[in-house]
T-cell receptor, first 111, second 113 residues
Framework: EPEVTQTPSHQVTQMGQEVILRCVPI?????FYWYRQILGQKVEFLVS????????KSEIFDDQFSVERPDGSNFTLKIRSTKLEDSAMYFC?????????FGQGTRLTVV | QKEVEQDPGPLSVPEGAIVSLNCTYS??????FMWYRQYSRKGPELLMY????GNKEDGRFTAQVDKSSKYISLFIRDSQPSDSATYLC?????????????FGEGTQLTVNP
């Protein structure tokens, strides 16, 4: 069964460093997303991406975040200068329609 | 007022019980309704997806939507210990595919053998 894959599963980084989280969406899907979940809190939308551009972003997705689809299969989230409060699970998702399929997440720990 | 409200539980039931999980919402623009299951430190897994008022059944799971009351439910029949997880409701607006999902807080369910 097709699935969304994310790497790495866990990343530890120092505050102020740049991180890139990687995702391979389901191959025939057209819509790609990043969500995050701070420990003990609900899943929050960050950004959606369609036709090689951002289609929607939340207030969380500020200038330190960027997304890219560098080739036909990968979808990345870059955090330029990480802060302690960026520590969370980051989930990539993809969809053909409204229902999104999620990857297993990258646990980002900023120290 | 939160856009989506979900009782966080925790909810503990004996094996074989019928489980009822609920969410209410305030935004009339929500047209698509989903239920996800999330195991600890894992990604949300799509269980059910509906877009109209009424019931949708899939095996032991039934999703119910009442748009007039802005209320959705997920029923689990003959609950099993493997159903122990956090259940998330999620909703999307209807104007385009690829709309952002707005999640509830999640209800933590434990099914005891």
């Amino acid at each position: 069964e097709p699935e969304v894959t994310q790497t790495p599963s866990h990343q530890v980084t120092q505050m102020g460093q740049e991180v890139i989280l990687r995702c391979v969406p389901i191959s025939n899907h057209l819509y790609f997303y990043w969500y995050r979940q701070i420990l003990g809190q609900k899943v929050e939308f960050l950004v959606s991406f369609y036709n090689n551009e951002i289609s929607e972003k939340s207030e969380i997705f500020d200038d330190q975040f960027s997304v890219e689809r560098p080739d036909g299969s990968n979808f990345t989230l870059k955090i330029r200068s990480t802060k302690l409060e960026d520590s969370a699970m980051y989930f990539c998702a993809s969809s053909e329609g409204p229902e999104a399929f999620f990857g297993q997440g990258t646990r980002l720990t900023v120290v | 007022q939160k856009e989506v409200e979900q009782d966080p539980g925790p909810l503990s039931v004996p094996e074989g019980a019928i489980v009822s999980l609920n969410c209410t919402y305030s935004n009339s623009a929500f047209q698509y309704f989903m239920w996800y299951r999330q195991y600890s430190r894992k990604g949300p897994e799509l269980l059910m997806y509906t877009y109209s008022s009424g019931n949708k059944e899939d095996g032991r799971f039934t999703a119910q939507v009442d748009k007039s009351s802005k209320y959705i439910s997920l029923f689990i029949r003959d609950s099993q210990p493997s159903d122990s997880a956090t259940y998330l409701c999620a909703m999307a607006r209807g104007e385009t595919s690829g709309s952002r999902l707005t999640f509830g807080e999640g209800t933590q369910l434990t099914v005891n053998p």
